[in-house]
């Protein structure tokens, strides 16, 4: 995920005001405008006299940026092509592109799949800042989702379950992927659907037993229970579309559940895993299609959208080792 930082040159109030309001990183600004731009909203503020813009136009310029990137911070000029700046990944994790488009942006997000480490989005592309935060900076690249089977639904007695509340408004067909492990994990369904008897908490991940694992941004995983106000949390859609939200406040409390087993068949045989949730109506798991589907209606043979990996995390990052968790 790249750093988004709007550049202000020549400096703009309005402009600034837009892009802090956008959700940038950092701005860069003329240095005698520092002091009043970092009155408007807490963040980074950096004068435009400390960040040389280089421009890529010779092999030369390459050993150019490296060296002011080892000195502080520099920029990419508008006009750089994909070789150069592949050249410059493989040497530093300090590279930063100027970009005019959003379709620029979304160049250099991608490039070598991790991207650059920043994207600096000049004046021209004002009317395209906000798709570029939510392009670059919100949503990040697809889980590949399958599709798994019910196998078994049965009471589990009382447990402590997590209910994490975002700071987004979800949408029907997304939510958040927990498991007993992290190498199955299943599509739990925000509270983005209205009954009888219980208002809609769209903010909401009604999301399992306190020793699941849950997705993180950067193919990283937690234990529910580890999940604290202002900690960024991944949320897949049905089609694996991901984003990036924080989390706003976690409900931790005693409640009766569901142990509830599933499979998926893949060329290389039958993968089985399973995942502790609330026995209440008003949690799902997502169906194919983006469909929400209540625990309490589940049965086996209905079909349900999982996350298949191999096993094996070591404080969330993924290792090689032997491992089996049942």
């Not at 990419?76 to 070789?83: D, R, S, T, V, Y």
């Not at 800042?129 to 589990?156: H, M, P």
């Not at 008003?282 to 209540?294: C, D, E, F, H, K």
């Amino acid at each position: 995920m790249a750093q988004i930082i709007f550049k202000a040159i020549p400096y703009s109030k309005d402009d600034v005001t837009l892009a802090l309001e956008s959700g940038v990183d950092a701005v860069i600004v003329p240095a005698e405008d520092v002091k009043l731009v970092s009155g408007l909203a807490r963040g980074n503020v950096l004068a435009a006299e400390n960040v040389p813009c280089v421009a890529l136009t010779r092999k030369e310029d390459e050993q150019t940026y490296l060296e002011h990137a080892r000195a502080g911070m520099a920029t990419l000029a508008p006009g750089w092509e994909i070789i150069p700046v592949e050249n410059l990944l493989a040497q530093s994790d300090q590279v930063y592109a100027e970009v005019r488009t959003l379709q620029e942006a979304e160049l250099a997000a991608g490039i070598l799949e991790r991207g650059v480490t920043g994207i600096v989005v000049l004046p021209e592309a004002l009317g395209d800042l906000k798709a570029i935060v939510s392009s670059c900076k919100i949503s990040l690249e697809n889980e590949c989702l399958v599709e798994g089977e019910i196998t078994s639904v049965e009471q589990a007695g009382l447990g402590h379950r997590v209910c994490c509340d975002t700071i987004a408004m979800l949408h029907r067909g997304q939510g958040m992927l927990v498991g007993n492990s992290a190498d199955f994990t299943f599509l739990v369904h925000a509270e983005t659907e209205h009954n009888e008897y219980v208002a809609a908490r769209p903010f909401r991940i009604n999301a399992g037993a306190v020793h699941a694992y849950t997705r993180l941004p950067h193919d990283k995983t937690c234990y529910l229970e580890e999940l604290k106000a202002g900690r960024e949390v991944q949320i897949v859609d049905q089609d694996g579309k991901t984003m990036i939200t924080t989390v706003g406040r976690i409900k931790l409390e005693v409640r009766p559940m569901l142990l509830i087993r599933a499979r998926v068949r893949t060329p290389e045989g039958e993968k089985q895993g399973a995942v502790f949730l609330q026995n209440a109506e008003t949690i799902r798991l997502t169906a194919p299609g983006g469909t929400p589907v209540s625990v309490v209606s589940l049965k086996p043979g209905d079909k349900i959208l999982c996350r298949i990996d191999e096993a094996g995390r070591h404080f969330g990052m993924r290792i090689r080792e032997e491992i089996a968790e049942v």
